[in-house]
């Protein structure tokens, strides 16, 4: 069952598109703002958002930003903002189309249908990782050798093997893994990244992988 997750402030619009959407089979989850999304979609790996831009604490180009950091999943902005400039920007950070409120529940539904087409199970295709002499299936979250990971180690380590070769910046792991409010423990970075070269670097103490950018962040060199 595809999992869907709805990002919007109005309650009315999550009522809505979570009936329209369950009737037709697919999970819903709703978030009534953009940390909340971004925490929901770190936990519940939906296969598609549908995103509201105005919402109460964050810009919605902020919560795809974010999205980006260690997803490709499949972003259809619903918004009411009909400039050009909104959608251009939208579709810069990320997003795969752009739906302008208000809207009709059956062209949205096939805006569903056709990017989730489109798109496909890109991120199973591409969900086993090399890390030197370990296998990563990302989708099953399972290690070869039986190497085994926590929640906050998978999450950190996913967010690195699906950008491969580019700097992750410490903010953005720190939102992303723990949320705004750990953006100074830094700290935090440095003990993850040593249990997970501990577990999956030949030479932890000379890492070829798993790199340290000082003073801005962490990159997967494959």
Request: charged residues 25%.
């Amino acid at each position: 069952m595809t999992r869907v997750l709805v990002v919007d402030d109005e309650p009315q619009i999550l009522r809505a598109l979570r009936v329209n959407l369950a009737a037709r089979q697919y999970e819903v989850a709703v978030a009534p703002d953009g940390g909340t999304a971004l925490r929901q979609a770190a936990e519940w790996h939906p296969d598609l958002v549908i995103l509201d831009l105005g919402l109460p604490d964050l810009d919605g180009v902020e919560v795809i930003q974010g999205l980006r950091g260690w997803t490709s999943i499949p972003i259809i902005v619903l918004s009411g903002r009909a400039d050009s400039t909104d959608k251009v920007d939208a579709l810069d950070a990320g997003a795969d189309d752009y739906v302008t409120k208000p809207f009709s529940i059956d062209e949205l539904l096939a805006r569903v249908r056709a990017v989730t087409r489109r798109t496909g199970r890109h991120d199973e295709e591409n969900a086993s990782v090399r890390v030197g002499e370990h296998v990563i299936d990302l989708a099953r979250k399972t290690i070869s050798d039986g190497v085994r990971l926590t929640p906050t180690e998978w999450h950190f380590l996913e967010i690195l093997l699906r950008n491969p070769g580019k700097l992750i910046s410490q903010r953005q792991l720190l939102t992303e893994v723990w949320g705004d409010a750990y953006l100074k423990e830094t700290h935090y970075l440095r003990q993850y990244m040593a249990q997970l070269r501990r577990k999956l670097e030949r030479d932890p103490a000379h890492p070829v992988h798993l790199l340290t950018e000082p003073g801005m962040g962490y990159r997967f060199q494959p």
